[in-house]
């Protein structure tokens, strides 16, 4: 038996709105829901600048699912999340991970009994690649970052995890070796991990899983092979303000970037762009003469979506 159905209250198509005027929009759009009511979003761009500010305002607060559903085109469902479980705890959770919202309550109360919670420091390695990993992971709290290396040395970022983002998915579903390493990028980094033959079995008695786990894959499998044709098609310099437009806040002009790209190095940016540190290092150079980016320190302290945007072709 499903969980209840979710109660869409409205729909906010905010691409023809200037960036800058998107998030008080939004936010006053979902403030004005009912608790279990859903908020969807048309965007045109990657919302994570978005995801953020929730985070910091909402915290615990809301379900987030996001979709790319084409070329500069996204759609977000913002739920507001019933005070069912005190906040903080486990439960509390899982309610709000995409895998799960839609789940009923029996089959997260049996994910939580086989659940257990580790705690990583930045920088340290979570899982291996090509290693046995029998586990689907949940980030609770901080970053993680999915890097797949290669026999010359060479790193590539292929994705990032935010908090109730999922890891391991892939392997969960074919029973293969882990596709990449994944990294803590931020201490602490709070992960759950759910035993993999529990969550087969859930998804083999719960569609709402096996449907949730499905779309988590098919939406990483969108975002790979758009990452794939950007590093094949696109020049040096747009591969560097790809990486960093996610980061970009709404704001116009030079706007202070967003938490996560002020901690990345170079080296980091190289990875996410797919090009050798001293390619990147000129781009990012380029970028600042243009006033598209401001550095601080070595890092990317502030950026200019405006700008960014137009080095990509």
Same mark, same amino acid.
């Not at 979902?30 to 909402?58: C, K, N, S, V």
């Not at 469902?77 to 309610?95: C, M, T």
């Not at 789940?103 to 257990?116: I, M």
């Given at each position: 038996?499903?969980?209840?159905?979710?109660?869409?209250?409205?729909?906010?198509? &905010?691409?023809?709105?200037? @960036?800058?005027?998107?998030?008080?929009?939004? !936010?006053?759009?979902?403030?004005? =829901?009912?608790?279990?009511?859903?908020? @969807?979003? %048309?965007?045109?761009?990657?919302?994570?600048?978005?995801?953020?500010?929730?985070?910091?305002?909402?915290? %615990?607060?809301?379900?987030?699912?996001?979709?790319?559903?084409?070329?500069?085109?996204?759609?977000?469902?913002?739920?507001?999340?019933?005070?069912?479980?005190?906040?903080?705890?486990?439960?509390?959770?899982?309610?709000?991970?995409?895998?799960?919202?839609?789940?009923?309550?029996?089959?997260?109360?049996?994910?939580?009994?086989?659940?257990?919670?580790?705690?990583?420091?930045?920088?340290?390695?979570?899982?291996?690649?090509?290693?046995?990993?029998?586990?689907?992971?949940? =980030?609770?709290?901080?970053?993680?970052?999915?890097?797949?290396?290669?026999?010359?040395?060479?790193?590539?970022?292929?994705?990032?995890?935010?908090?109730?983002?999922?890891?391991?998915?892939? %392997?969960?579903?074919?029973?293969?070796?882990? &596709?990449?390493?994944?990294?803590?990028?931020?201490?602490?980094?709070?992960?759950?991990?759910?035993?993999?033959?529990?969550?087969?079995?859930?998804?083999?008695?719960?569609?709402?899983?096996?449907?949730? #786990?499905?779309?988590?894959?098919?939406?990483?499998?969108?975002?790979?092979?758009?990452?794939?044709?950007?590093?094949?098609?696109?020049?040096?310099?747009?591969?560097?303000?790809?990486?960093?437009?996610?980061?970009?806040?709404?704001?116009? *002009?030079?706007?202070?970037? #967003?938490?996560?790209? !002020?901690?990345?190095?170079?080296?980091?940016?190289?990875?996410?762009? *797919?090009?050798?540190? %001293?390619?990147?290092?000129?781009?990012?150079?380029?970028?600042?003469?243009? *006033?598209? &980016?401001?550095?601080?320190?070595?890092?990317?302290?502030?950026?200019?979506? !405006?700008?960014?945007?137009?080095?990509?072709?």
């Amino acid at each position: 038996m499903s969980s209840k159905p979710v109660r869409c209250a409205a729909r906010l198509d &905010v691409r023809a709105l200037p @960036t800058w005027e998107r998030h008080p929009r939004i !936010r006053s759009a979902f403030d004005a =829901l009912d608790e279990g009511a859903a908020l @969807t979003i %048309e965007t045109d761009h990657e919302p994570l600048p978005l995801r953020l500010e929730f985070e910091r305002l909402y915290p %615990e607060g809301f379900v987030w699912r996001q979709r790319q559903l084409g070329i500069a085109r996204w759609e977000v469902e913002l739920r507001r999340v019933p005070r069912v479980e005190p906040l903080g705890s486990l439960a509390a959770f899982l309610r709000r991970c995409p895998l799960l919202c839609d789940a009923p309550e029996a089959a997260r109360v049996a994910l939580e009994k086989g659940a257990t919670e580790k705690v990583f420091d930045e920088g340290a390695v979570v899982v291996e690649q090509d290693a046995r990993w029998p586990y689907l992971g949940l =980030l609770r709290a901080g970053t993680l970052a999915a890097i797949m290396g290669s026999s010359t040395g060479r790193e590539q970022s292929l994705y990032d995890v935010f908090p109730c983002g999922t890891f391991g998915d892939i %392997e969960t579903l074919d029973g293969g070796r882990s &596709v990449a390493q994944i990294v803590a990028t931020s201490a602490p980094a709070r992960v759950v991990l759910l035993p993999a033959g529990i969550v087969v079995s859930m998804m083999a008695e719960y569609v709402d899983v096996a449907r949730s #786990l499905a779309a988590i894959v098919a939406q990483r499998t969108r975002a790979l092979a758009e990452r794939l044709t950007d590093r094949t098609t696109q020049p040096a310099i747009a591969r560097v303000a790809l990486a960093i437009l996610p980061y970009a806040p709404p704001d116009a *002009g030079l706007s202070p970037s #967003l938490e996560p790209l !002020r901690r990345m190095t170079q080296a980091q940016v190289a990875n996410v762009a *797919g090009t050798a540190k %001293e390619v990147t290092s000129r781009a990012i150079a380029e970028l600042e003469a243009a *006033g598209a &980016v401001e550095r601080a320190k070595g890092r990317i302290a502030r950026v200019d979506r !405006r700008k960014l945007q137009d080095f990509v072709s």
